[in-house]
DNA sequence: AGTGGAATCGACACGGTGTCGAGGTAGTAG
DNA sequence: CTACTACCTCGACACCGTGTCGATTCCACT
């Protein structure tokens, strides 16, 4: 098991030891390079594999098709998201608001800097049913995250009941995932970056607390 | 101008007068069939005109590509979006709760009867500028609506000063639109469809008018 | 009967995807 | 220093969907 195995789902389709590699690795660079560039839909195979130094036929050993380069892509960010994310909720009755703030902006940070990658996926989400699945999964755990916190607030008299807490996690989630694809993409109505993750915040500690100021534990 | 210019914005060809109107109406109502069955990305032309009862070259005399046929039927359901948004915002101090529920259980309405539409213009948002900009046009001119809203509230000392109202504006529409997405396509974590506009109206509520209890005027 | 524009479609060119088979190349074992 | 083997590479091909062109038919109104 000395190199095997090395991309996450097994989307590439090397398993071997040597310069293979430095291929795939030119494959995934190239790929955020040009995405930042121009939409998926305008990148073809070919532009992939000459980016890389190979033919359009060599690309194909390498991946199985246009799509799972994006998905290894996903897969890398969404790793790096959960890493930021790490134990801000289990820690929230240090200081609510500060928490939950933390969590809301390392989120920010981590998709604004690979927003293209999110661009990328958001517009294959359409068409792509991989690219769907494994979205839904991130935002899932999210969701049981945050619905998880909410229930341990109320638990501890900092929070007043009220909507069932899953479906007030989904909302908000729902909410940061749309609010911030419009501000890193600039498609349709946006918050100001600099503002997005306040504005997000209240809208959060309003909902969950309604009103009252979060005590601390 | 008989029979002129029938399409809203110029987005079908017709500019005259008999039989060929059947053809449109037949391509547009093939179009919803089939978007009721399977994604548009696996819808061709073909289908299209097969379904209309004509040949692929024939259906460029009648649209100038798949997409505008999309477009179309976009325009359709936004205009009776619109209408069924009616007037309830400028009525909102008659009685706030009931208003805005209003509001939002018609948008809910009437997004839920063309939900196909709704599933495929997402699919090509990412795709196609067009539907990119129509939609952004959608969303601005509810987010307008909903920030005067606000302020009216904030002006009449219902609601209590906080965000600004565009961007508190901005994050609740753009929840509504993810929420209703993900309930209506079953894509990623959703809310269930007989609950959606009570966990909606709660968060717009408590963010709007921050715990208080709206008051009529 | 004849003219003009609406409507129709066969045939074509194009561009992108994915596959196949025929190579090269580099280590390793005899 | 051969020859075997698994990795790696690519030219050529088949396929599919889009959009266009030019020829043709149909019909309404001279």
Known sequence: MTATARTPG????????????DRQLAILATAERLLAQRPFGEISVD????GAGISRPTFYFYFPSKDAVLLTLLD?????AD??????????????????RELIHRFHETFGAHRAVVRACAEVRGTNAEVRRLWAAVLERWVQAVEAAVVAERRR????????????AIALTSMNERVWYATFAADGPAVAERDVVDVLL???L?????????PAG
Request: zero cysteines; a positive charge.
């Open 10 to 21: 097994g989307r590439g389709r090397r398993a071997a030891r040597s310069t293979g590699d």
């Open 202 to 204: 209240d809208v959060w």
């Open 206 to 214: 309003t909902s969950v607390y309604r009103g009252a100021v979060p």
């Open 76 to 80: 890398r960010v969404t790793e790096e």
């Open 47 to 50: 532009d992939l594999a000459r």
């Open 157 to 168: 008299g900092a929070a007043p009941d009220g909507l069932p807490a899953r479906d007030l």
């Open 83 to 100: 890493a930021a994310a790490g134990d801000v909720l289990v820690r929230l009755a240090e200081d609510p608001r500060a928490r939950w």
